[in-house]
DNA sequence: GTTTAGCACGAACGATCGTGCTAAACAAGG
DNA sequence: CCTTGTTTAGCACGATCGTTCGTGCTAAAC
């Protein structure tokens, strides 16, 4: 391992991988710095000092999480056309991220809005609410912009199915994991193909083959 | 404090209670010995003396919180009709046991379920899988007498029904703790009922009222 | 050739964790 | 009154937690 200027950021990238990944297992403050620095060989002063405290490295981890979330779900998802298409290319990327084990436990965001929804107010548990909330923004303006074009009916509410379409997605996340069985990702699939059907046109029917 | 023989078991519910109220907050794991101890005014070596071992601990928490999910949700709902009215009445009631904080940070199972997803196998999460197993076939079987009164199509599943409406409840259930908003209450309530009647036939529906 | 900055190390800190071992307080039965 | 069993407290242990500090090494800057 060569430790020339500027190697600082390529730890930096392998200490918030492997923290994420941990993360997603046993949550964000089950991630501990001694057991990350030996499991990336150095020593916890080291990287500790990338960091200043615990929660700082915490909003990193999820910052880089973000990152590998918008890689793996959103960009595959983008090449679809707007609309009811990217609606659902949105949803069938989320459950393949899941099946392919983006993260080892799971979904990062859903482990840690599970794991911070009921703490007080702070930094942490702000920033997964943001990130929340952006991709439910997302999953609602592509049901918006279904509308738009006629895909989905006029009194389809753009929220509401992105809340239902999104609760589906979430449920195959746990039950995936605490069951180990795959079959639950098909339930979804299921559910969300006739969730879509439901506030769909006939011509955003058509569409959805 | 009064200690007579027998008043152990006071003790140990009094115990378990604060226990499962703090693992819906910060997880099973998250549980210490010695912040229950203060919160109860007793010795760490006293409560421990109670289980031997957190693991123990923690099984019993879980049996202790089920009773306590069973008297909140499932008794309530039991006082309706079989078939379709008992599903929705099961909904119906899940929801007003999130709304009332029966466990301070959310339901018990859904954050225990979250935490325990992603773990290796062992008691504590085939405990909780049991619990959420049997929850869904309580929700599934209601389904299933419906569909034998002729309240739901013959064509309808019960078990991707109770799949999605379980959906809807868990969701539920992380949004009004993550966002402290109360409507994404309401907008389970408008799933279920939607979904209950896209299954429903016109005997059902006019059931559902 | 000297200085500066980046990066990681080892040692140690106080605190808290779960877990033992022993003894004291207390109620009931002989 | 003494014994017995139940319930709780006191004390200490090894481990691990996040954090701080001083130090050394290497490459770049001057």
Known sequence: MTRTPGSGAVTREAILRLAANQASVDGLEGISIGQLATGLGMSKSGLFAHFGSKELLQLATIEDARKRYVEAVLVPALGAPRGIRRLD???????????????????????????????????????????????????ARAAADGRERGELTAACEPEQLAFELEAALLSANWYFHLHTESSYLDRARRAVRSRLEADATPAGRLILR
Not at 124 to 132: G, L, M, Y
């Open 89 to 139: 290319a949105l949803c069938d990327s989320f459950l393949s991220y899941v099946e392919r084990a983006v993260f080892p436990g799971g979904c990062f965001f859903a482990a840690a809005m599970a794991e911070f929804g009921g703490r007080e107010p702070g930094p942490v548990r702000d920033k997964i609410a943001d990130c929340q909330r952006q991709w439910t923004t997302t999953l």
